[in-house]
């Protein structure tokens, strides 16, 4: 799951929670402790979601779509995809419009700015002028998302072959997501009743 799920499971109540989800794959080990509770949770809950989500069958029958265009790199194409879909059935998962909810996050990350770590701060100027929640909603804004992540990280710059495969794939793949989507949200739902 990439960034709008990872908001999206953290629900609406808890704005430290949904900064450690957003800041959960930059926290490694001891750090954890170096943040307040809330945010904590927040990060703990994001490497369930991980944890979830990779052993997931559906998940990973989705994932494996992408294997010859993406490598190993698979499992992160996929992440950006099932954002795609979450953004395209967003009205069925929340009440506010997918674009006032984006500013709201953007919002609670610029509030908490001073808690992000650092390499979270460059990226999320970015993140937000780019308007990446609202951009996983078309398939140009996936493909845009890609060449952005080719251009700062190691991922390889396959977004044509992906966006190809998603195009070839795409009832098959939200038919999936919608699966998977209905079992991370009840899990997700139990994992919280613990915090």
């Given at each position: 799951m990439n960034f709008l799920a990872h908001i999206y499971l953290s629900g609406d109540d808890d704005e430290g929670l949904m900064i450690g989800n957003y800041i959960g794959d930059s926290v490694k080990g001891r750090r954890l402790s170096d943040y307040p509770f809330s945010?904590?949770?927040?990060?703990?809950?994001?490497?369930?979601?991980?944890?979830?989500?990779?052993?997931?069958?559906?998940?990973?029958?989705?994932?494996?779509?992408?294997?010859?265009?993406?490598?190993?790199?698979?499992?992160?194409?996929?992440?950006?995809?099932?954002?795609?879909?979450l953004a395209k059935n967003w009205g069925g998962y929340h009440s506010l419009p997918l674009k006032k909810y984006a500013w709201r996050a953007y919002g609670r990350i610029l509030k908490n700015w001073f808690r992000l770590p650092g390499e979270m701060r460059h990226f999320s100027v970015n993140f937000i002028s780019k308007r990446r929640l609202t951009a996983y909603a078309t398939i140009d804004g996936i493909r845009d998302t890609l060449d952005l992540m080719s251009?700062?990280?190691?991922?390889?710059?396959?977004?044509?072959?992906?966006?190809?495969?998603?195009?070839?794939d795409y009832y098959d793949l939200e038919n999936e997501f919608l699966q998977f989507f209905f079992e991370i949200r009840r899990h997700i739902d139990d994992f919280k009743m613990n915090f």
């Open positions: 945010i904590q949770c927040g990060i703990l809950l994001h490497r369930e979601i991980d944890s979830f989500t990779d052993s997931h069958p559906v998940y990973r029958q989705s994932k494996d779509r992408f294997v010859p265009v993406a490598g190993r790199y698979a499992g992160v194409v996929c992440d950006v995809v099932y954002d795609h879909f251009n700062g990280t190691s991922l390889p710059n396959c977004s044509d072959d992906v966006v190809n495969v998603m195009i070839r």
